[in-house]
């Protein structure tokens, strides 16, 4: 199976997870892609009622209504009850990196509003220790230089995230540095550092945020319990 094919798997796996009357956390990215697009389906053939997602982009929201499913603002809902998202790395132990598709920021503030969070990701995002996949940092323009700066003297050999010739704009109009650090030894120790070097406003450090994880694999979609 090629790697479209596992993502469509897990995506369409996860839906079996939202009951009806769920507020749902709707992800970001290629596998969730294939999750919205089951679950509007779903929703149009009256197999699920009355749920309300809440997005963690732009694109998943018009993904999300376009096909008829209800979304509402993060604030205007009191507590989410299921979120599903993608990641770009999941270590032995369940810390990710998230952030690929830019939503990093947002995908931490809806996770953090989750009764529970689940995964969803082919085999290839499976790792023993996080780092290879470059390690997004989301920035307030202002200043973002210096921190740039800041980043490179330290070591962890950063890039501006680009969209063409200018640099990519989150949805909160931020820019995102990429860090290429190889391996990661210490991962809270990482996140703690670089939350607190102003002018970052989030990491794509996910730690000890998941619940459950599906993985497409050849021989079919694999559960793993992280908690």
């Given amino acids: 199976m ?6 469509e798997q897990t995506g369409k796996e996860s839906v079996k997870y939202i009951k ?17 697009d089951e679950l509007g389906k779903q929703v149009q053939e009256g197999k699920i009622k009355d749920i309300i997602g809440v997005t963690t982009s732009n694109r998943t929201a018009k993904q999300a209504r376009d096909l008829g499913i209800t979304i509402k603002d993060i604030d205007d809902v009191n507590h989410i009850d299921l979120t599903i998202d993608g990641a770009d ?16 920021l947002w995908e931490k503030i809806v996770a953090n509003a989750s009764n ?7 085999e290839s995002k499976l790792v023993h220790k996080l780092g290879a996949f470059p390690l997004p940092v989301e920035v307030i323009p202002f200043g973002s230089q210096h921190v740039f700066d800041r980043l490179e003297k330290k070591g962890y050999k950063p890039t501006w995230r680009m969209d063409g ?8 109009n931020n820019y995102i540095i990429d860090l290429h650090l190889g391996e990661i030894d210490d991962p809270k120790a ?8 102003v002018g970052i406003v989030e990491t794509g450090l996910f730690l000890n945020r998941v619940n459950d994880v599906i993985v497409g694999t050849p021989e079919g979609p694999k559960v793993l319990h992280a908690r």
């Fill in 116 to 122: 529970k969070v689940m995964w969803i990701v082919d």
């Fill in 165 to 172: 010739d200018k640099k990519f704009r989150t949805d909160e």
């Fill in 2 to 7: 090629d790697q479209n094919a596992l993502k």
């Fill in 190 to 197: 990482l996140a703690d550092e670089l939350i607190h070097m």
């Fill in 89 to 104: 790395e999941i270590s032995d132990d369940f810390q990710g990196i998230k952030g690929g598709g830019g939503a990093l």
């Fill in 20 to 36: 009806s009357g769920m507020i749902v956390g709707l992800g970001t990215g290629s596998t969730v892609k294939y999750m919205v």
